[in-house]
């Protein structure tokens, strides 16, 4: 074997040898819809996103009855939340009154509850395993 094909076998077995990151699916129920009109706003966050706008996926969800659900394919197992809302109206926004608290209603992973704010990452992480996870979610 040539020194050019011995280190072409060993590239190749080194990659067959490395770990292949593992896609996961998460299905996401959302019960409890109050009114069936609008659109669910749901933002799947890891831990690094939570506390900002970027979440790492997201979905936009016609709301026609008192469920919907959606399903992520393709994530990397490990610890995510889920922040929504109900955007009944369907102005893109979520209308709060004048001293900002929330008109439309709202919910998070876990049915974790916020104080002045979104629940904690603690209170709403939850784990997407590697042979896939549902989770269910009932709105406030």
Do not use: C
């Amino acid at each position: 074997m040539t020194r050019t094909a011995s280190f072409a076998a060993l590239i190749a077995a080194s990659l067959a040898a490395a770990p292949v990151a593992l896609a996961s699916d998460l299905t996401v129920n959302v019960e409890g819809i109050a009114k069936a009109q609008g659109s669910i706003m749901l933002g799947l966050f890891d831990e690094a996103s939570y506390e900002g706008d970027g979440a790492v996926n997201g979905a936009n969800l016609k709301v026609d009855g008192n469920s919907v659900t959606v399903t992520f394919e393709g994530l990397e197992p490990g610890e995510y939340a889920v922040r929504l809302y109900h955007d009944v109206n369907d102005d893109g926004e979520m209308n709060t009154n004048p001293f900002g608290m929330p008109t439309e209603p709202f919910a998070f992973s876990n049915d974790a509850k916020g104080r002045f704010g979104p629940a904690k990452w603690d209170d709403a992480k939850f784990t997407v395993a590697a042979d896939g996870t549902t989770h269910t979610i009932t709105m406030n």
